[in-house]
């Protein structure tokens, strides 16, 4: 079983909840557990673990700005709080990436893809569009299988443009803290959206539902 990808939200980096999710993780993809890269701003830290497939996002608290560049042991650990984590299913490339690829995109291709094959996110009861307490989620999950259990997204965007240039389409679940990116042909282009419910998830995020 593993570990409650939710309940990690609002830690800290050195929390013993997302210690022991780390290990557990590693263990299950047979990867070392090693410190993660850190990309620092002023009011968000990145830690990336790229050979376990996810992403953390912290937030400063209490006035805390970092500055750019900062190393893991420079951070005040302690005025930082978990506000979202990305987790990654990344084909491998066909091609070497060429020019028009996209830096951000080059960068989701350093992932590794997520080893856990089937995971559940639990779902708010208020906001379902089915009796589900909770969506399984395995790396084919596609966008007709996130509709059929979450209902029409709040937002959703991307797909525009030549399918050489456009961002994949997107959708989010506000009321369930759950956003999906959507990889392949069918999630890029002018017909992306009638294409996107075959669509794979490229990349999912976790955050705190939101109430309005």
Same mark, same amino acid.
């Given at each position: ?9 609002g830690a ?5 909840? $997302?210690t022991v999710f *780390? ?6 993809s ?6 993660p ?19 953390? *996002?912290?937030?400063p608290?209490?006035?805390?700005k ?16 978990l506000?979202?984590?990305n $987790?990654?299913?990344?084909p491998?490339?066909?091609?070497t ?11 989701e ?11 559940? *996110? ?5 906001a379902?569009?089915?009796?589900e307490?909770?969506?399984? $989620? ?5 966008g007709k ?15 525009t443009?030549p399918?050489s240039g456009s ?28 294409r996107?419910?075959?669509a ?5 995020t976790v ?6």
């Open positions: 079983m593993a570990p409650d990808i939710q309940t990690l939200l800290n980096p050195s929390a013993d909840s $997302i *780390l290990k557990d993780l590693a263990q299950h047979n990867a070392s557990l090693t410190a890269e850190v990309k620092s701003y002023s009011d968000a830290i990145y830690f990336n673990y790229y050979p376990l497939g996810i992403s953390f *996002l912290f937030i608290q209490k006035g805390y970092p500055t750019a560049g900062l190393k893991l042991e420079d951070l005040q650990v302690d005025l930082l709080v506000d979202s984590i $987790i990654y299913n990344t491998k490339p066909k091609v990436p060429t020019k028009t690829t996209t830096s951000s995109r080059t960068a291709l350093a992932f590794s893809t997520y080893s856990v094959s089937k995971w559940n *996110l639990s779902l708010s009861s208020e379902s569009a089915s009796n307490s909770s969506i399984e $989620i395995s790396l084919t999950t596609n299988d996130f509709v059929s259990c979450l209902g029409e997204p709040d937002r959703k965007g991307g797909g443009g399918s961002i994949g389409i997107w959708c989010e679940w506000s009321k369930h803290g759950i956003m999906v990116e959507f990889g392949g042909d069918e999630a890029r282009g002018p017909q992306a959206w009638e996107g419910k075959d794979m998830w490229r990349v999912i955050f705190a539902p939101k109430q309005e």
